[in-house]
């Protein structure tokens, strides 16, 4: 079966543009998360997708972030306008069903901030 | 909250050497406890898990077992080879809350 696939895989952008990064989910996979490695800390939630809703977004940093699922199948993150502290890695997993034993990550983009 | 410490990197290691990457953590109940590989390139990839204190999770060589009276799930393997040089991040999930990881440990293995 096919990955998770994100893309891109690098985005360089200046502050104060947009940025919209993209997550397909494995097919079947109800639930979509979006995660973010700031340079040198943790990998951080954002925030939980369960087909098109938003289950659990605590993690999302402020309202310059957005998330979307529309249909439930592939989701979109978007920040608007991006700040130099939004550099990072930002990953994104899906699975079956919501469990602790293991998601499925993608690559991750990263995304540069200048 | 729930957190995990992991110790700093990078680690550089000869082939066959023994590794040991500590981790350390702080919850609430009962945390399932992962450790989580990045090979350049590539995506998170679920290396082992232990679900319970004194479960022993294994995989590709590695072993972590889950030590709930020292709050601990270090990573071990005997004999590394350079195939093994990624980054790895140990994590918890308190049942139906997210994945928590550590900051990640850099590992270089050179023939």
């Known amino acids: 079966e096919a990955g998770v696939t994100q893309f891109p895989s690098h985005s360089v952008i200046e502050k104060g543009q947009t940025v919209t990064l993209r997550c397909d989910p494995i097919?079947?996979?109800?639930?979509l998360y979006w995660y973010r490695r700031v340079m040198g800390k943790e990998i951080k939630f954002l925030l939980h997708?369960?087909?098109?809703?938003?289950?659990?977004e605590s993690g999302m940093p402020n309202n310059r972030f957005l998330a979307e699922r529309t249909g439930g199948t592939y989701s979109t993150l978007k920040v608007q306008p991006a700040e130099l502290e939004d550099s990072g890695v930002y990953f994104c997993?899906?699975?079956?069903?919501?469990?602790?034993?293991?998601?499925?990550f993608g690559s991750g983009t990263r995304l540069t901030v200048v | 909250g729930n957190s995990v410490t992991q110790m700093e990197g990078p680690v550089t290691l000869s082939e066959e050497a023994f590794l040991t990457i500590n981790c350390t953590y702080t919850?609430?109940?009962?945390?399932?406890l992962f450790w989580y590989v990045q090979y350049p390139g590539e995506g998170l990839q679920l290396l082992l898990k232990?679900?319970?204190?004194?479960d022993k999770g294994s995989n590709k060589g590695f072993e972590a077992t889950y030590r709930k009276e020292t709050t601990s799930f270090h990573l071990e393997k005997g004999s590394v080879q350079v195939s093994d040089s990624a980054v790895y991040f140990c994590?918890?999930?308190?049942?139906?809350?997210?994945?928590?990881f550590g900051k990640g440990t850099r590992l270089s293995v050179i023939a």
């Open positions: 997993a899906s699975s079956q069903v919501h469990q602790h034993y293991g998601y499925t």
């Open positions: 097919s079947g996979h109800d639930n």
């Open positions: 997708f369960v087909k098109e809703s938003k289950q659990d």
């Open positions: 919850a609430t109940g009962y945390p399932s």
């Open positions: 232990a679900t319970k204190a004194d």
């Open positions: 994590a918890l999930s308190g049942g139906n809350t997210p994945l928590v």
